[in-house]
């Protein structure tokens, strides 16, 4: 089993900045080799936002956060990072962190094995 906590969300004014954090543990979270961000807005489906590779340069951005947000790691302190830059009220949602046992990064929710309980990002314009 692999446990995610997230933090960092909170209240912020469009043009302003958040840095999410997501502290990983458990037996098998050496198993795991990408690391994602999704978020789900009121009354709309969950969708992913950015994911890096675990052991690797790799990352992947949603269109509508690049440029705006960056996906960084701490491998020592098994913790992955989200800078969140300009933000809009649209980017309002709660914001959840996941692991993945699979080599390569993805993008859909089905294809992630652990979650965390996500943590709230509410943009005030």
């Known amino acids: 089993q692999v446990q995610l906590v997230e933090s960092g969300g909170g209240l912020v004014q469009a043009g302003g900045s958040l840095r999410l954090s997501c502290t990983a543990s458990?037996?098998?979270?050496?198993?795991?080799?990408?690391m994602g961000w999704f978020r789900q807005a009121p009354g709309k489906d969950r969708e992913f936002v950015a994911a890096?590779?675990?052991?690797?340069?790799?990352?992947r951005y949603a269109d509508s956060v690049k440029g705006r947000f960056t996906i960084s790691r701490d491998n020592a302190k098994n913790t992955v990072f989200l800078q969140m830059n300009s933000l809009k009220p649209e980017d309002t949602a709660v914001y959840y962190c996941?692991?993945?046992?699979?080599?390569?990064?993805?993008?859909?929710?089905?294809?992630?094995?652990?979650w965390g309980q996500g943590t709230q990002v509410t943009v005030s314009s």
């Open positions: 996941a692991a993945d046992l699979h080599g390569i990064i993805r993008s859909h929710v089905n294809e992630y094995d652990y």
């Open positions: 458990g037996r098998t979270f050496t198993f795991i080799n990408v």
């Open positions: 890096i590779s675990w052991r690797g340069p790799s990352t």
